[in-house]
C-alpha cells in the first residue's frame, strides 16, 4: 500500500487499512501481515499507530531475473 507523497497525513493510508482490515475480517483471516522496506521511520510509526508491531525480520535476495528491476535486494558481498 503506497499513498502518493502529495497526498499524505489526510487520512487516507488509514482509511485503505481499515478497509483492508475489515476484508480480512470478512473472509476470516486471523492475522495481518504487513512487509516494508527497514528504514522507512515514518512508515513503521504509521503502522505503529495502527496497532501493528514487530514479529521479526524478513530477508530477501534477488536472484538474476530480479537484479535489474530490484537492485537493493542484490548481495554487494565480496
Same mark, same amino acid.
Given at each position: 500500500? !503506497? *499513498?502518493d507523497n502529495a497526498v499524505r497525513s489526510q487520512g +487516507? /493510508? /488509514?482509511k485503505m487499512m481499515a478497509w483492508i482490515e475489515a476484508e480480512a475480517e470478512r +473472509?476470516?483471516?486471523a492475522v !495481518?501481515? +504487513?512487509a516494508m522496506v527497514l528504514g522507512r521511520e515514518r512508515?513503521?510509526?504509521f503502522y505503529a499507530r495502527n496497532g501493528y508491531f514487530d514479529d521479526g525480520l524478513l530477508m530477501v535476495k534477488a536472484l538474476s531475473r530480479g537484479a535489474a528491476e530490484f537492485p537493493e535486494y542484490v548481495s554487494?558481498? *565480496?
Amino acid at each position: 500500500m !503506497v *499513498v502518493d507523497n502529495a497526498v499524505r497525513s489526510q487520512g +487516507i /493510508g /488509514g482509511k485503505m487499512m481499515a478497509w483492508i482490515e475489515a476484508e480480512a475480517e470478512r +473472509i476470516e483471516c486471523a492475522v !495481518v501481515r +504487513i512487509a516494508m522496506v527497514l528504514g522507512r521511520e515514518r512508515t513503521h510509526q504509521f503502522y505503529a499507530r495502527n496497532g501493528y508491531f514487530d514479529d521479526g525480520l524478513l530477508m530477501v535476495k534477488a536472484l538474476s531475473r530480479g537484479a535489474a528491476e530490484f537492485p537493493e535486494y542484490v548481495s554487494q558481498q *565480496v
